[in-house]
């Protein structure tokens, strides 16, 4: 089994190569997008490239049944995930961003994106499966901490880094170095020796053939976990509340930007890796405050945080609808404060849904929780542009608002649940 240290570096590689991708479609698309003009409506019409990520529930049975037991059950998986992503990327290099008003060459870059993103889902499966295989009870919150760390920083480079590189580098050079980076974070898992997981040789048996309805029976078997108990139950009320607010507000942050007046540069610098830093701020703090406050305790009050930096977000919106001059270091801030409080509540959040996930299911629990909020934010971000092209920013954003805290109910009802059965949460 690696120590500690070299678990933690593990991770922290694997969600950061996840991450570079990933930032580029949600953070730098969105206002290279909108800087063409593209509406608000469309650019959630790009959400649908995050379909992978929402319905990989569907084959993360199968990254826990299968794999290369020499090489590693997860680690078999994840090698060839992150050099098919190395290749997508070095592909996308060769694609012309100016030819991209193109019907052929914009279809051709949709496929490589949505190609990347189903790679990428698979390789979460099953880094979240060997997460919570490897890591003890009492070392979850640190293994999710330098999760979120390590993804915010791929934010960092493959949002913020790019939108400013872009205005000084051209396309295929930005590319590459991205291709670069995602294989140099292949190295820790290729040096990695995999431990044998006890769960894994229960599961290593011939597969055989099954009916439909058979499918059907073991699939609502799997799904009776998170209803057997009220307390689970509960859970899973909040696992499909919980990013409606991020679903709802998704299409907007950035665009809102642009229209500011911000330039790429701008963008990419101070508000995606400005606000990626203060993500990576947010982590650590979430990890050293887990050690004093209880794991319920700290999703209601980063809830709130949440909330409020939301709501500053709205006052934003309004000044620019006013034609109120707003200070760029505003922006800025209110920016950082968003995802110093969004790292804040992934973390409890990502540790909450690891002590929810059984040992010998933990890709697919892991993944069937985080599922759950992937589809209700991916739906949400596909028409919540269409109802801010309607509503304005403004009154979206404080509509978004009221329904964030009305969110905080289901939170509310579970940690009463959970108080009664596991006081220790």
Known sequence: MPNLRQTYLLLFSLYWAQGLPVGFMTHALPVILRAQGVSLAHIGGFGLLMLPWSIKVFWAPLVDRLGYQPLGHYRSWILPCQWLSVLVLIGLSFLPIESLNHPLYLWVFFVALLSMNL??????????????????????????????????????????????????????K?????????????????????PQHASKQALAQPLVKISFRA???????????????????????????????????????????????????????????????????????AGLMLKWYSRMQALLIFSVLKILSLAAYA????????????????????????????????????????????KQYAGTDFTFQVAIMATISGVLYTLSGILGDVLGYAHYLMLICMVALLCLIPIWKWSKKAKLTHPDY
């Open 315 to 358: 006052y934003l919106a309004w000044q620019y609808e006013q034609q109120i001059h707003v200070p760029h270091w505003l922006i800025y801030s209110i920016n950082a404060a968003e995802d110093l409080c969004s790292a804040m509540l992934l973390v409890v959040m990502l540790t909450l849904i690891m002590q929810y996930s059984r």
């Open 215 to 285: 499918r059907l029976a073991a699939i609502r078997e799997y799904l009776q976990y998170f209803v057997e108990t009220p307390v689970l139950y509960a859970w899973l009320w909040v696992l499909l509340s919980f990013k409606i607010a991020d679903g709802l507000s998704g299409p907007l942050l950035k665009p809102l930007m642009v229209d500011l007046g911000l330039s790429f540069s701008q963008i990419g610098i101070y508000v995606t890796m400005l606000g990626a830093l203060a993500a990576l701020l947010g982590a650590g703090i």
């Open 119 to 172: 790679v990428g889902a698979t390789q979460d499966i099953a880094t979240d499966g060997l997460a919570v295989n490897i890591l003890q009870a009492k070392q979850q919150h640190w293994g999710n901490t330098f999760q979120v760390v390590g993804s915010r920083l791929g934010f960092i480079v493959g949002g913020g880094a790019i939108l400013w590189a872009l205005d000084w580098l051209d396309w295929q």
């Open 174 to 194: 930005t590319f590459l170095i991205l291709a670069a980076l995602v294989f140099l974070n292949t190295l820790p898992i290729l040096l990695f020796k995999e």
